[in-house]
C-alpha cells in the first residue's frame, strides 16, 4: 500500500493520494487503508519517507565531508530529477493546514530524516572529525534547511552544485582562515610601554592612561626579582621646563600624568 501511493504521489502529486485509488492500486481494501491511516494525507507523508529513504540513507566511508556531500546530492536529485519536487512542497504546504498531517510528516519523515542526519555526525564527532561540542542540530539545519528556504520560501533554482558549498560552509564557517587565533601579547609589540621602551608605568594598571616608566618610589623600579627595587639612571630633564624626568608622550599630550602623585611629577 505504501508503494502504490508512493508511486501516485510522486506521479500525479498529492491530491491524487486517495484511499479509493491507492487501494485499488495496491489490490487492497479501503477498509485496511482506514484503519493504518486516519488521512489520506497521512498516507502520503509516509509513503514519501518509503520512497525516499533507500535513495537518503547516509553513506560511511570514513570521511564526513565527503559523505555529507554525497547525501545532499542525493537529496537535490531527488527532488530535481525523481519528481519530489512538487510533492513535497504540497505536503509540506498542506500540512501547514491539517493537523493529522502534521504529526504524520514530523513522526514519519522528518524526525526519522534528522535523526539520520545525527547519527552519521555523531560518529564523526566520536571519531575527531567535528568539536567536541559541535551543535549536530545546527548542522543539520544549515545543511537541509537551506535546501528547504531555496525550494519553499525563496522559491529559486537550484542544483546539486549547491552541495559541496553547503556543507564546506557548515563544516568550516564563514571566518576569515586563522580568525580567532589571540593577538599576540602587548609587550610582544612594544605596545603600553614606556617613551623609552620600558616597563609600563603603573597608569597602565588602572592610575592613568600613560605608559612611561615609573615607580612608586622616585627613581627606582621593580626588579624582575619580584620585590627587590634596582636603581634606575637620572635621565635628562625633559622637555617640561624645571621638569628632572622626562615627560612621557602621554604627558605632553595632556593626560595629566605626573599630577596624581606618581613618579613623573610636574614642579
Do not use: N
Not at 491539517?98 to 560518529?123: K, M, V
Amino acid at each position: 500500500m505504501l508503494t502504490a501511493a508512493g508511486r501516485i504521489l510522486l506521479r500525479d502529486g498529492m491530491q491524487a493520494v486517495r484511499f479509493d485509488r491507492v487501494a485499488a492500486e495496491a489490490g487492497a481494501s479501503k477498509t485496511t487503508l482506514y484503519k493504518w491511516w486516519p488521512s489520506p494525507g497521512a498516507l502520503a507523508a509516509e509513503a514519501y519517507f518509503a520512497q525516499s529513504r533507500r535513495l537518503l540513507d547516509f553513506p560511511d566511508t570514513g570521511d564526513v565531508r565527503a559523505d555529507l556531500v554525497a547525501q545532499l546530492r542525493s537529496f537535490v536529485r531527488w527532488l530535481k530529477d525523481d519528481g519530489a519536487e512538487k510533492p513535497l512542497s504540497e505536503l509540506i504546504g498542506a500540512a501547514q493546514m491539517d493537523e493529522s498531517l502534521a504529526q504524520a510528516w514530523s513522526e514519519s519523515y522528518a524526525l526519522p530524516r534528522r535523526e539520520l542526519a545525527r547519527q552519521r555526525l555523531r560518529i564523526a564527532r566520536r571519531q575527531g572529525q567535528l568539536r567536541e561540542d559541535a551543535d549536530l542540530d545546527i548542522i543539520v539545519d544549515q545543511l537541509w534547511g537551506a535546501c528547504y528556504h531555496r525550494l519553499l520560501v525563496l522559491r529559486v533554482p537550484f542544483d546539486e552544485s549547491i552541495a559541496e558549498r553547503l556543507v564546506d560552509q557548515a563544516l568550516h564557517g564563514a571566518a576569515p582562515r586563522g580568525a580567532g587565533r589571540p593577538e599576540p601579547a602587548a609587550t610582544d609589540r612594544g605596545a603600553g610601554r614606556g617613551p623609552a621602551g620600558g616597563a609600563p608605568c603603573g597608569a597602565s594598571r588602572g592610575r592613568g592612561r600613560c605608559g612611561a616608566a615609573a615607580t612608586g618610589t622616585a627613581g627606582r623600579a621593580a626588579s624582575p626579582r619580584r620585590g627587590v627595587p634596582t636603581p634606575v639612571r637620572r635621565p635628562r630633564a625633559g622637555r617640561r621646563s624645571g621638569s628632572p624626568w622626562p615627560a612621557c608622550a602621554a604627558v605632553r599630550r595632556g593626560c595629566g600624568h605626573g599630577r596624581t602623585g606618581s613618579a613623573v611629577r610636574r614642579r
